[in-house]
């Protein structure tokens, strides 16, 4: 039950961290989801990162709960990126839709390598 409280916790944690990292980026590219592609690829890095340390032994499942599913859960929005890129193109602007789509999807992939690459050198 201990590990509820680790995901909880964590996912309160995430959750705030997302919500101003909105604030924060949004206004910076209204026409475009910036802020959710920021979450997504530092999302995916930190779980990258959390990854690695956890392969290794470094950290323990309590803290690996707590900091990949509760914050990184809490914090990454890949839901979110999916409905803002179908409203991209519901409203007719293809070409964003499908550099959101390839950005989340190639920044991600790289950010989650090079979060394991991070965690080996520890």
């Known amino acids: ?8 916790i964590g996912g309160g944690i995430g959750s705030l961290l997302r919500f101003f990292t909105g604030i ?3 206004s910076l590219l209204p026409s475009f989801p910036i802020a959710t592609l920021i979450s997504n690829v530092t999302g995916s ?8 340390l956890f392969s290794s032994k470094n950290i323990n499942s309590n803290s690996y709960l707590f900091l990949a599913t ?4 809490g914090y990454s929005t ?19 839709a499908l550099i959101n789509i390839g ?9 989650l ?8 050198q520890f």
């Open 78 to 96: 890949y839901s979110t990126f999916t409905l803002e890129s179908l409203k991209l193109f519901q409203n007719g602007n293809m070409i964003d």
């Open 1 to 8: 039950m201990l590990e509820c409280f680790y995901v909880f």
């Open 45 to 52: 890095l930190i779980l990258g990162i959390v990854f690695g």
């Open 103 to 111: 950005l989340n999807l190639i920044l991600c992939f790289l950010s």
């Open 24 to 26: 924060f980026f949004s």
């Open 113 to 120: 390598i090079v979060g394991i690459f991070i965690a080996k």
């Open 70 to 73: 509760g914050i990184c859960g």
